[in-house]
């Protein structure tokens, strides 16, 4: 098997986690494609010296692009999370209010402090280990654990004033 054909099977099965990491830490999905497109070069540059599990490798690549990139960009567009429609679609009045749950996460999470966010996404939405997490931030697992506190506790501070305002009724 020649090497490329070993970083395709070994490393592109993760980009789809890549590129949700760049987009959450970008805030955009145009910076987050080209984050990963510098970060996918970099990760086929130095395949030799992947020792040990891909994803954690390539999220530590994409982790560190984003860095570079944060450090000489300041993003604007907020990233959506899910714009895919579901198949079993309820009510108008459902929809509205998960819209606007959707969005207020969204916002509240884009809001909180890089390392904060990028604690959070990699744990909550790529459902990481606090190991592999310390080990692609390059921090102590207990550093996780505090910025991961933190970041669950600002979300909470964030969302609580959406949670406590009214809900729109439709009356028919």
């Known amino acids: 098997m020649s090497e490329r054909e070993r970083f395709e099977a070994q490393v592109l099965p993760h980009v789809d986690a890549a590129y949700n990491l760049a987009r959450w830490l970008t805030r955009n999905d145009h910076d987050a494609e080209d984050v990963l497109q510098d970060a996918m070069l970099r990760a086929y540059r130095f395949f030799g010296g992947l020792r040990g599990e891909a994803r954690p490798w390539l999220l530590a690549i994409v982790r560190n692009a984003c860095w570079t990139w944060l450090q000489a960009n300041r993003p604007a ?8 429609p579901e198949a079993d679609t309820p009510g108008p009045e459902a929809l509205l209010a998960r819209e606007l749950d959707r969005r207020a996460v969204n916002q509240a999470i ?3 402090p890089v ?5 959070l996404v990699l744990r909550e939405l790529e459902d990481l280990s606090y190991k592999e997490i310390a080990r692609i931030a390059g921090v102590p697992i207990g550093t996780v ?19 406590s305002a009214p809900r729109l009724r439709v009356h028919k």
Do not use: G, H, Q
């Open 77 to 84: 567009e907020l990233a959506a999370v899910d714009d895919e």
């Open 110 to 112: 884009a809001a909180l």
């Open 115 to 119: 390392p904060f966010r990028e604690a």
């Open 145 to 163: 654990m505090s910025r991961l506190a933190r970041a669950r506790r600002l979300l909470m501070e964030a969302l609580r004033p959406a949670a």
